[in-house]
């Protein structure tokens, strides 16, 4: 990945217009075409208006708090790219911003080079969700051909689990889908169509977040391995944190995708908790085991 992407379109919101001007001016010279907001209000006038790769906000403003901010983009665009700014740091409003779904996280002031760093990586997520969310369109539209071209990729347990990282398992799955369709993974009652954003519970549809989805197929990347919560914050969110933190971060997402997917059959259970180590993806679709909760 480049270092930079120029020409990504860039909202950043912030109370204080020098800040506003600072952070601007910053990202404009590597390229990026930035608008800029007062408050939460104004930059949810703009997101009515025009689509932004990355939105760089502010946690503390008066009205529509940043995190208020990150709660309403989450309910009219579930992968919408937010990083979170703060002068007041604190783990707690770090873990927060982290579960409501936000990219990342800086600490004002913050370095120039940190700070296009953190939105290359934003901008790197939002084209790579582009490059999904067109090849969904593109399997819709083949839907009758893809429904009868189902070839499903049984795991083989003498080989080695996958693929070392989430993209190049996506990238792979979708340079199959832009071929021949229908390259899917099945593991036991679960169907997953990497390309597509959707699972199947013994052929029944189910729904999931963006993360969600991603955590579920990084695990199926690494069936029957035992994941750290460290790991899937880093390749599922691109955060560097640590296992205490790592783990608050993900508790609830587990947790939400072990409700779903028990709601198409109770009687699956296919993410395994291991206790002080991490998560793993059963081949088997664990009848007749109840793992600890989250």
Same mark, same amino acid.
Request: charged letters at 25%; glycine letters at 8%; one cysteine or more.
């Given at each position: 990945?480049?270092?930079?992407?120029?020409?990504a379109?860039?909202l950043v919101?912030?109370?204080e217009?020098?800040?506003?001007?600072?952070?601007?001016r910053?990202?404009?010279?590597?390229?990026?075409?930035?608008?800029?907001?007062?408050?939460?209000e104004?930059?949810?006038?703009?997101?009515?208006?025009?689509?932004y790769?990355v939105?760089?906000?502010?946690?503390?403003?008066?009205?529509?708090?940043?995190?208020?901010?990150?709660?309403?983009?989450?309910?009219?665009?579930s992968?919408?790219?937010?990083i979170?700014?703060t002068?007041?740091?604190?783990l707690?409003?770090?873990?927060?911003?982290?579960?409501l779904?936000?990219?990342?996280?800086l600490?004002?002031?913050?370095?120039?080079?940190? $700070?296009?760093? /953190?939105? !290359? #990586?934003? &901008?790197? =997520?939002?084209?790579?969700?582009?490059? *999904?969310?067109? %090849?969904?369109d593109?399997?819709?539209?083949?839907?009758?051909?893809?429904?009868?071209?189902?070839?499903?990729?049984?795991?083989?347990?003498?080989?080695?689990?996958?693929?070392?990282d989430?993209?190049?398992?996506?990238?792979?799955?979708?340079?199959?889908?832009?071929?021949?369709?229908?390259?899917?993974?099945?593991?036991?009652?679960?169907?997953?169509?990497?390309?597509?954003?959707?699972?199947?519970?013994?052929?029944?549809?189910?729904?999931l977040t963006?993360?969600?989805?991603?955590?579920?197929?990084?695990?199926?990347?690494?069936?029957?391995?035992?994941?750290?919560?460290?790991?899937?914050?880093?390749?599922?969110?691109?955060?560097? $944190?640590?296992? /205490?933190? !790592? #783990?608050d &971060?993900? =508790?609830?997402?587990?947790?939400?995708? *072990?409700?779903? %997917?028990?709601?198409?059959?109770?009687?699956?259970?296919?993410?395994?908790?291991?206790?002080?180590v991490?998560?793993?993806?059963?081949?088997?679709?664990?009848?007749?085991?109840?793992?600890?909760?989250?």
């Amino acid at each position: 990945m480049n270092a930079f992407t120029p020409g990504a379109n860039v909202l950043v919101v912030d109370d204080e217009g020098a800040i506003r001007y600072s952070i601007s001016r910053t990202l404009q010279r590597v390229g990026y075409q930035v608008s800029q907001a007062a408050d939460g209000e104004q930059a949810l006038a703009s997101l009515r208006h025009r689509n932004y790769d990355v939105v760089l906000t502010d946690i503390r403003m008066p009205g529509l708090s940043g995190t208020e901010l990150l709660r309403s983009i989450r309910q009219h665009a579930s992968d919408a790219i937010v990083i979170m700014m703060t002068g007041y740091a604190s783990l707690e409003t770090a873990i927060e911003a982290l579960q409501l779904g936000a990219s990342d996280y800086l600490v004002k002031p913050c370095s120039s080079e940190e $700070l296009r760093a /953190s939105v !290359a #990586r934003g &901008v790197e =997520r939002a084209a790579t969700r582009q490059r *999904r969310q067109g %090849l969904l369109d593109a399997l819709r539209s083949n839907l009758d051909e893809l429904i009868h071209a189902n070839v499903n990729l049984a795991p083989d347990p003498q080989q080695d689990p996958g693929p070392d990282d989430l993209e190049e398992f996506v990238a792979d799955s979708e340079a199959s889908a832009s071929g021949p369709p229908g390259r899917n993974l099945k593991l036991g009652p679960l169907t997953i169509y990497p390309g597509r954003y959707q699972i199947e519970i013994r052929d029944r549809p189910v729904d999931l977040t963006p993360t969600e989805f991603d955590l579920l197929l990084y695990l199926a990347a690494h069936r029957d391995r035992v994941v750290s919560c460290k790991e899937l914050v880093r390749e599922v969110r691109g955060n560097q $944190l640590d296992e /205490s933190t !790592a #783990r608050d &971060v993900i =508790r609830p997402h587990i947790s939400n995708l *072990r409700r779903k %997917l028990k709601q198409q059959d109770p009687g699956v259970q296919l993410i395994d908790n291991v206790r002080g180590v991490g998560y793993r993806l059963s081949n088997s679709g664990g009848q007749g085991y109840t793992p600890p909760a989250p």
